[in-house]
């Protein structure tokens, strides 16, 4: 199997450059995995799919403001510094921008003072483990000197921040936000409530590594990096419980997928859990959990095409993008969506 598989050719202007008001007016495209049939309708349409006993899985992570611009303290030097991973309470990975610049033992200093660190170690991937110093909570300081980790492929800059976040974000440590979920407005997640179905919360931290592309011909040579994720025990319960009654499991978004697919794998049935996961879901893989999926348009040659192709076919999968693009669908974070059922 190889990466070019699951190349499609994307107009630029086809990628979402601002979220859609109100959340739920973005579009839905429906791709029935069994016969690959697409059918086009609106986010909010979505309720109407459902049914009383099946159950949404929403990943509940938050994302941070973990874009700093700072300066080095010897010279002066801008730098940009990505926080990826939270390890100790001060301790970090981060990306860093000019790599040269961020030397082991080197100190900078962000939001004339607010935050400093300095550069512990340099990964072999080139990521730097940072300490970084401040007073009080690191969090409120990101979130005051703090830009949101947009994609590269989104170039404008973003009004309001909570548009980067869910409405049921709650947990932080994100690098990027579980999109898919983006198109949920309160007042549909009442709705949906109100017609029986259940909803259940998971984590799963978000890393850049979702959005990498893969470098390697060969799909099964690529190495997946690792994310960290918990499965509460009344979302277990309420997971099993909806598969004793013959209902569905709806994960929104690949974050919830990874989740309960990781769960399943590791324990051969789904429970309250939680640890890292570097699992990759491509065409081959068995579900254990997963009866249906909300989810975003992916960017080509993606581990993120990859899954949804396992889940739903390659061939159908790679005729719906194709059908998308005609039909002139936004893609990526702040585009359009697809239920796969």
């Known amino acids: 199997m190889k990466t070019s598989d699951f190349y499609y050719d994307l107009p630029e202007e086809l990628i979402a450059q601002t979220p859609i008001e109100p959340r739920n007016a973005s579009r839905l495209m429906l791709l029935n995995r069994k016969t690959g049939a697409v059918e086009h309708k609106i986010f909010k349409d979505l309720t109407e799919l459902l049914n009383p006993g099946d159950c949404l899985i929403l990943n509940n992570t938050r994302v941070i403001p973990a874009r700093i611009y700072g300066v080095k303290k010897e010279t002066g030097a801008v730098v940009e510094f990505l926080l990826l991973k939270q390890i100790e309470n001060l301790k970090w990975e981060c990306l860093c921008g000019p790599g040269k610049r961020a030397k082991k033992g080197t100190e900078f200093v962000f939001g004339d003072g607010k935050l400093e660190c300095r550069v512990a170690d340099i990964l072999d991937d080139g990521n730097r483990i940072v300490e ?60 949906i409530k109100n017609k029986g179905v259940n909803i259940g919360y ?139 059922y």
């Open 132 to 191: 970084f110093y401040c007073q009080g909570n690191i969090f409120a300081v990101l979130d005051e000197i703090g830009q949101m980790p947009l994609p590269p492929y989104i170039k404008e800059k973003l009004q309001d921040k909570e548009r980067y976040q869910t409405v049921y974000s709650r947990d932080l440590g994100s690098a990027a936000a579980p999109t898919a979920g983006l198109h949920f407005t309160p007042e549909m997640l009442e709705e």
């Open 202 to 340: 998971v984590t799963l931290h978000v890393g850049l590594g979702t959005f990498r592309p893969v470098k390697v011909d060969d799909v099964t040579k690529h190495k997946m990096h690792t994310e960290h994720y918990v499965m509460p025990r009344e979302t277990a319960d309420l997971i099993n419980e909806t598969h004793k009654n013959g209902k569905r499991v709806i994960c929104v978004g690949t974050t919830s997928c990874r989740t309960v697919e990781s769960v399943a794998a590791k324990c051969g049935k789904i429970c309250e859990d939680c640890g890292d996961t570097s699992i990759f879901i491509y065409p081959g893989f068995e579900f254990k959990c997963m009866d249906a999926l909300v989810t975003n348009f992916h960017l080509p040659e993606s581990t993120l095409i990859m899954l949804i192709s396992a889940f739903a076919g390659k061939e159908n999968v790679m005729n719906a993008y194709k059908i998308a693009v005609e039909e002139r669908y936004r893609f990526f974070s702040f585009g359009d969506a697809m239920f796969i």
